[in-house]
Every structure is written in C-alpha cells, then in structure tokens.
C-alpha cells in the first residue's frame, strides 16, 4: 500500500484553532479505502487511560457498522482524511458531520495516515506482553487501521507539544484489536428505546437493563457492563464462557459471596485511571533539571517558562502528595489480590480460571513488597491539611534501610531543626515572660507565634514599643481578631533552614518513589490485563447477584427462539403497582420466523415485544434470563422500529421518520444476515390504506430475507397476507 500519495494541503476543519483549549479524552481517527468497497479503519485514543483501542471493518454504503462503532462512544475529536477539494466532502466526512455536529472535525493530509508509520508508533508505545505481540501480529496487514492509528497518535503527538500536557513513557499504552464482526449490531434509536442504559423518562432513573444488571463495584466493569449492552458478543464460545462462570458463581455460594467482598474494597479505585496517572507522572529529575525536547521520538510534555517557574516555585510537597495518592490506591488493589485468590481457588469454570491466573503472576507480589520494603504504612494514613503531622508523613514516606544516605542526612538535619525550632519557642516564652505563648506551625511560612491580647495584661516588659504589649524582637505582626499572630528574625532564619531541608527530603524521596513506578512501568501490560480481569469478574458477579435474587433461567444457543414463561426483565422488578405479573410464551424458527403480534390497543403488544429483545440482549452479554427456559439463536444485529414521533431536528414527520428506519432496517439487513427485527405498529404515520400497503411490502422483504422478525400490527391480518 502506497503511503506517498500526493494530496492538496488543506488547513485542518475544526472549531478549536486555538492548541490552548482542553483536549477531549476519547479521540477518534476515521479513513476510509478510495476503491469501490468500503474498507473502513477506526483508532479511537482514550487520552486519561492510555488506551488504543483499533478497528477495520468492511461497511455498506449507508456506513452503518461505521455508525454504530462511533455511536457506542460518542468522539470528543473526529480525524478524517482530507478531501480532494473542499468543496467536494465524501460521503463519510458529510455522514460524520451530520451525526456529530458539536464534535470538533479536523481534516488531516492523506500523508498522515501512513500504514507503515501508524505501525512503527504502535511497537513503540505498545505496553510489552504476549497479549501486546498478538494484538500487533492481528493488526499488521489491517493497513486501513494503522493508517488512523498513525494519524492520531501523530497529531496528539503534536498537540501535546503545543499545549504542555502530561506525557507518556514509550511502551506505556494498552493497544486492543476490536474485531466489529464479533458484536451484535444496535443502533443509537434501538438503544434509546429499549432503554438499554438510560430509563427514557428520566436519565437519572434506574429503571432501565443497565440499572437492572448493574452491581458491579469498580469502575472498570461499570464502563464494561454499559459497552457490552450497547455491542453484545456474538461468539458462542465467550457467550457460553460467561454464562459457565455464572453459572458456577451462583453454585458456589461461599467464592460468591467472598469474591463480591473483595471487590467492594474497590468501589473507589478505577484502575485504569490509576495506570494511566503512573504512566504519565513526571520524575523528579526530569522537573528539576526541565530538559529541552529529547532528540527521540516521544510523547513528552514541553512546559513553557512560566510553568517552570511555576513549578520551581510552587509546595514541594504537592507532587510527592500525588504520587503517595496514586501508591495507596495501588496498594489498596494489591492487598485485595489474596481475598480475590482465595475466592477463586474453588473455581473450575474456564473463564474464571484464566481471571485467577492473571491474579497470580508473581510481578503483581513483587511490586507489593516493593511497596511494603520502601513506604511507611503511615504515609497512606489521611491526616489534616496543611499540617506538621502532614510534613512529617512526607518527610518520613519512605522507610529507613533503604539504601540512601543521602536522604538519612538530610531527615536528620530536618529533625534537628524542627527541635531548634521548638526550642527556640520555649526559650522565647522563659525570657520574655509570656507563659500563654503558643507556637503553631504553616506548611509555607513554618513556625509562627500568637498569643490572645488579654494574656498580655499584666506583663512587666520594659522593652516593648508596641501598643499591646509585645517585645520589640517581634516582628511582622499580624492582628486576627483578639489574637496576635507574629514571629522574630532568628525563628523565620530557622524556619528557611527547615524548608530548605525538607524540600531536599521531598525530592530525594520523590526519586524512590519514581523508582517504584519505573518498575510499574517495565510491566505496565500486567496492571492492563488485572484491570481487564478486574472488571469481568466484577461484571460476572453482578450477572450472578441478579440472576440469585430472582427467578432467572440459564439461556440455551440453538436455531430455535423459545421463551417459557418470559417476563419483562424491567417491569418484573420496578413495576411496583402489579399485583401479579402474567408471563407469556414466544417461540419462532427458521420454519417459522415471522412472526405477527396483534391485539386491542393496550393488551401488551409492545411490551411483549421489548421484553423478547431484553432478554436476547441479557442473553449475549452472558446474563440469565427471567423465563422458566429460554433458547436464543445468535443474533448479530438488532434492528427496531418502535419510535413514532416525528423527528423535529432532522426535519422528519412521523411517516418520514418511520421511512428513513425502514430504509436503514433494510441496508443493515444486506449486511448482518442473522438479524433480530422488532416492528411495532408500522403506518400508523399515514393512512390505514397506505399503512396496510408499506406493511405488506416491507414483511415480504422480511420473509424473503429470512430474518426472525416480531411484528406487532393493529391492521386485521387479512389485510397483510392477503
């Protein structure tokens, strides 16, 4: 593939010119083949985590596999190739333009999205590891996709040059392969209807699959959860590979109920956040010395003057405080590890054995003794802000033995001030006979004096020459209500002495601290693969704490739709005014698989239908069903239409509206043969004439594809069948 390809220079589309402006977290690169396939390459960036996540999929003229990827996640930045002329948009350029108007589009030269270069970027910042090595074995000839990953690596590469942003290491970025093929297709209007993640009254409303399904405790299975409803797998094996593992959790009531426990210590960690701040802490040397850009090809951060200035100047503890914050979190992880492994000890399913693997690997216990060698316990203790205790911790972070003589030196030097310090108050107090004297100590200016106006009466001083009282050796008084606040010369010498050296201590202890996380980061691939383990099994958990609270059955994969006793998996558990709900049955197969569903107006017709599509979305994701049996075929795309407003920003009356759906029902159906179509009330847009006509039409072109569809109708059969 020739990477050389001429092309006009065309200055970048997008609505943030100005480099200054924040930079979005989840940054897309989109292009396209030039031939008459549509051969489509996907990178999307997640800028927080460091994650690379690569796509190439074979699309249909209406782009929708295209659509439905950037849909899962909305892009803060879009990257497409720039057109041969401005005047003349691709189809893919307008269709992007037109689903993302607030999106920031820029348009970058075709030289941008270099296959050989987007490879050759990836090797550099791909996180070592057998997973890494496969990811880049599968991506090689995908010459589509390492041309995006090339072009948007390379234009945060120099966004980050212009903005002075935090940076990361080479072989720090966690690179996935998302194969489209493997997830069932569901538009953003099916989504929205269903009400797969939002309740479509009200956003903050848990009555929806997702707050149904939803007990998971991290983070990490939070994100994954909600992007497994939006894409459910479609391969068997991982289907039935979360289902043993549920299956198997609910069985073993003790691993259940321990694993649950351990991942609650969790609840505030997100692992992936916490790899990515390591990823991107700046080393103490690096800060202190401010060296100019490195000759090597790398993501790093160039602050501008004042921002050195900034950080010469600022609280030196403000970047060890940080890097303490982050080694808590990492230690609160690794001390869940052993729960974690003793919960899957008894496990034998396939998928959980594989998790309870990953827990093992002997990095993740070195990396604790590491922290258990060299870091106080007490240093992950909060204490108040601004504080002596808090100074100390900082001071005394790092345990004595470690072999660094420097830093015994200087904590000794600062411990002998701070008793100067004291000292020097309590002297203070004899000689001038100010037995209320008190010492408090500022994290900025250190030791200060104060003393309450009415505790001054009655002192004999001779050489005062102030108003209330105080000796003239005091300087820089300040009146805070009734309290003086104020301090002498020799104390504010002493106090430069104590900041000098615990600025000295801070940076030879920030140096320690950087050589925990540079161990981090030689294996920063293994924390990729806990995070992911993490939050399967926290995912896996949350399936099985459902299904054991109600009555739900294991689904069964075969040719054949067959529910018994179905219900409604939202209305069964939010509806609280049903005194009794009333299951029902469903069944269809390649015989038969269209299907009418007719009855009066409010009989049920639309629940009926929602509740089959929830249950073969629960199904897929590797949830059990509320059913006393239910059997699913694989779906890879689930097409509706159940919406019957007009569409007033695109400009659609309610017939309209259901004609642009139809049409996009029938391009997706050329593309994902084993479809799943709900139709609820066609034509009611229009006259019972026309309606019974566009229902007529569009069922034969359902039968002849031979797609399993529910269609529910208020027009008599005959009608429709003729």
């Known amino acids: 593939m020739s990477t050389n390809t001429s092309r006009p220079h065309t200055r970048p589309e997008t609505v943030d010119h100005n480099p200054s402006e924040q930079l979005g977290s989840w940054i897309v690169a989109v292009t396209e083949s030039r031939g008459v396939g549509r051969e489509v390459g996907i990178v999307g960036l997640e800028f927080e985590f460091g994650q690379v996540v690569l796509s190439q999929l074979a699309d249909s003229q209406t782009y929708a596999k295209t659509i439905h990827w950037l849909r899962q996640r909305p892009p803060s930045n879009l990257l497409l190739v720039a057109p041969a002329s401005p005047h003349a948009l691709t189809i893919l350029h307008t269709t992007l333009k037109h689903l993302f108007p607030t999106v920031p589009l820029t348009v970058l030269p075709r030289a941008s999205f270099a296959s050989e270069k987007g490879y050759n970027l990836l090797q550099e910042f791909c996180s070592p590891g057998p997973q890494s090595d496969a990811t880049l074995a599968e991506v090689r000839q995908k010459y589509y996709a390492l041309g995006a990953a090339s072009a948007v690596i390379d234009w945060i590469h120099k966004r980050f040059i212009q903005t002075g942003k935090s940076h990361w290491e080479k072989h720090s970025l966690n690179v996935k392969w998302l194969s489209v093929e493997g997830c069932m297709l ?74 649950r426990k351990s991942l609650k210590l969790l609840t505030q960690i997100d692992l992936d956040k916490l790899i990515g701040g390591i990823n991107s802490t700046e080393l103490a040397s690096n800060r202190s010395s401010c060296n100019s850009e490195s000759e090597s090809h790398s993501l790093t951060s160039l602050p501008s003057s004042s921002k050195k200035k900034k950080l010469e100047t600022q609280d030196p503890s403000l970047a060890i405080t940080k890097k303490l914050e982050l080694l808590k979190s990492l230690r609160t992880i690794l001390q869940s590890l052993n729960p974690i492994r003793s919960a899957l000890s008894t496990c034998s399913s396939e998928l959980l054995r594989l998790a309870s693997n990953i827990f093992e690997d002997p990095f993740l216990d070195e990396i604790s003794s590491v922290l258990e060698l060299r870091v106080n316990e007490d240093s992950f203790l909060g204490v108040q802000k601004g504080s002596l205790a808090k100074q100390n911790v900082h001071a005394y972070a790092i345990k004595t033995g470690v072999e660094n003589q420097l830093l015994n030196v200087a904590r000794e030097t600062y411990k002998e001030n701070l008793s100067d310090a004291m000292a020097m108050c309590e002297a203070l107090k004899e000689e001038h006979h100010l037995p209320k004297l008190q010492f408090i100590f500022e994290t900025r200016a250190g030791f200060m004096l104060q003393i309450k106006k009415d505790d001054l009466r009655g002192t004999s001083n001779d050489t005062t020459d102030h108003p209330d009282g105080l000796p003239k050796v005091f300087t820089n008084i300040v009146k805070k209500g009734k309290t003086l606040h104020f301090t002498c010369l020799d104390l504010k010498k002493k106090n430069q002495l104590i900041i000098n050296s615990y600025q000295e201590i801070c940076l030879l202890s920030e140096e320690v601290l950087d050589g925990i996380f540079e161990e981090f980061k030689k294996r920063v691939s293994t924390f990729f693969r806990l995070s992911e383990a993490i939050a399967l099994l926290d995912m896996l958990a949350s399936f099985a704490h459902v299904a054991s609270t109600r009555e739900y059955v294991r689904p069964e994969f075969t040719d054949t739709l067959a529910i018994s006793d179905g219900r409604h998996p939202i209305k069964e558990l939010f509806d609280s005014e049903s005194d009794e709900f009333v299951p029902n049955d469903t069944y269809a197969n390649g015989s038969c698989s269209f299907q009418l569903v007719t009855g009066p107006n409010m009989s049920g017709k639309s629940i009926f239908l929602r509740q089959i599509v929830l249950m073969v979305v629960m199904a897929q994701v590797g949830s059990f069903c509320p059913a006393k049996y239910a059997s699913f075929p694989i779906f890879d795309a689930l097409l509706t239409c159940l919406s019957k407003n007009d569409d007033i920003e695109a400009g659609l009356s309610t017939f309209s509206s259901e004609m642009k759906t139809l049409s996009g029902i029938l391009s997706s159906m050329a593309v994902c043969r084993n479809s799943l179509i709900i139709i609820d009330e066609l034509g009611r847009g229009t006259s019972p004439l026309e309606g019974v006509g566009i229902a007529h039409a569009f069922s034969e072109e359902i039968i002849k594809a031979k797609s399993f569809c529910f269609f529910a109708t208020h027009f008599r059969v005959r009608k429709i069948t003729g």
Request: hydrophobic share 40%.
């Open 186 to 259: 569901i538009d953003r209007n099916t989504a929205l209807d269903l009400e797969l993640i939002n309740n479509a009254v009200s956003s903050k409303s848990k009555q929806s699959l997702f707050g149904l399904l939803n007990h998971t405790y991290t983070p990490m299975a939070n994100r994954l959860l909600r992007s497994n409803l939006l894409a459910p797998p479609t391969e068997i094996e991982v289907i039935d590979g979360r289902l043993d593992a549920v299956q198997e959790l609910i069985e073993l009531e003790d691993s259940f109920f321990n694993l």
